[in-house]
């Protein structure tokens, strides 16, 4: 069973960073794609970036120039990287991982960005 253990959310101000780490635990080879979504209050969850095992990276129009992602294959590991925050990135998001056909989540971390 895998499980995925988010942490680096809390309260920055505009302009601020965080880093965003998640960890998969359980039985993982080689997930083909790891990355992050956000869900706003009363909005739906989307993508905030992915990469895939290729090493090709997707980022919602919204966070490029701003945010990076990075994986580690061998720690199970996903980083994403947030500069340049906007009150409009603040979310609760959330890490996700595909291996062998199966979507799995994370339970969330909040990132709210307030003066």
């Known amino acids: 069973q895998v499980q995925l253990v988010e942490s680096g959310g809390g309260l920055v101000q505009p302009g601020g960073s965080l880093r965003l780490s998640c960890v998969g635990t359980?039985?993982?080879?080689?997930?083909?794609?790891m990355g992050w979504y956000r869900q706003a209050p009363e909005k739906q969850r989307e993508l905030v970036a992915t990469?895939?095992?290729?090493?090709?990276?997707n980022y919602a129009d919204s966070v490029k120039g701003r945010f990076t992602i990075s994986r580690d294959d061998a720690k199970s590991t996903v980083i994403l990287e947030m500069n340049s925050l906007k009150p409009e990135d603040t979310a609760v998001y959330f890490c996700?991982?595909?291996?062998?056909?199966?979507?799995?989540w994370g339970q969330g971390t909040q990132v709210t960005v307030s003066p």
């Open positions: 996700h991982l595909r291996h062998l056909g199966v979507d799995n």
């Open positions: 359980g039985r993982i080879y080689r997930p083909y794609a």
């Open positions: 990469t895939t095992l290729g090493g090709k990276s």
